[in-house]
């Protein structure tokens, strides 16, 4: 094992791994744009998720799906995706789409929809036994407000149903579920979240550099951070680092927090 540039930097665990995630936003990256991507920033890259239903209408899709597998990533389609499948009692095509794509990786939602949830954990249930599930827990709406028991309660059974993570909804712009409609997170339900389920368990959808830098401090290093835009990678790591000013004296020892302004 080589030695840190600098000491004192949080231990950061290699792929494939459990915890410090990164989950990234793709919205209609072409494959050059994949390749470039992949080539900067792969190696701190989890998982990419095709957003919404970008994947339908993008070109070059299975190719970039083998880009991105290239360089040990795992890739699937937006919940929403699914969601529009599965409003339709369209299932079984589904499966056969993202089979399709040479996807080994789903999510299952229900935010913008209204689904039973022992159906939805149905559907974990089974897709779990071939593929790798993520659950996405939370309205894409501003207006449904979720109370935090009920959050616990979608999240531990949908981790029981087999989901590998269940994701923290907030959307692309970072402004509902797990956070305020300003932006700023919602301490109190994301308390309340993981008093009673593990951290490791869950992906925080954080796509703005604020959140990114609230739970890294809150949380660590090795917190689960997704909806990440591509060109925010490797920034994301040097947050988690410490090597950016929002978290620089989050992992210093206390004798060199004298210099803190």
């Known amino acids: 094992m080589t030695q840190p540039l600098l000491p004192f930097l949080p231990d950061r665990p290699e792929k494939p791994r459990n915890a410090g995630i990164v989950m990234v936003m793709d919205k209609g990256l072409s494959v050059r744009e994949a390749e470039d991507f992949t080539a900067v920033a792969g190696h701190l890259t989890d998982f990419v998720k095709l957003g919404f239903g970008t994947s339908v209408v993008s070109k070059g899709v299975k190719e970039k799906v083998k880009v991105y597998h290239k360089a040990n990533i795992k890739v699937y389609a937006g919940g929403t995706l699914f969601e529009a499948f599965a409003v339709r009692g369209m299932f079984d095509e589904y499966v056969k789409y993202i089979d399709a794509l040479g996807l080994d990786t789903v999510e299952i939602s229900d935010g913008s929809m209204v689904m039973d949830h022992h159906a939805k954990c149905e559907y974990i249930f089974t897709l779990a036994k071939n593929y790798t599930v993520l659950s996405e827990v939370g ?29 923290g909804e907030a959307r692309e712009g970072g402004n509902v579920g797990i956070y305020r409609p300003t932006g700023k997170a919602h301490v109190a339900l994301i308390n309340k979240i993981l008093s009673k389920v593990e951290a490791n368990d869950i992906l925080w959808e954080a796509p703005l550099k604020s959140q990114q830098a609230w739970f890294i401090s809150h949380f660590g290093a090795n917190v689960n951070l997704g909806n990440i835009p591509p060109a925010e990678v490797i ?18 020892p206390t004798k060199l927090k004298k210099f803190q302004p």
């Open 139 to 167: 309205s894409k709406e501003s207006g449904i407000l979720i109370a935090p028991g009920r959050w616990i309660e979608m999240m531990e059974s949908e981790l029981a149903a087999g989901a590998f993570k269940v994701i």
């Open 235 to 252: 920034a994301l790591e040097t947050l988690r680092l410490g090597l950016r000013g929002d978290t620089f004296f989050q992992f210093l």
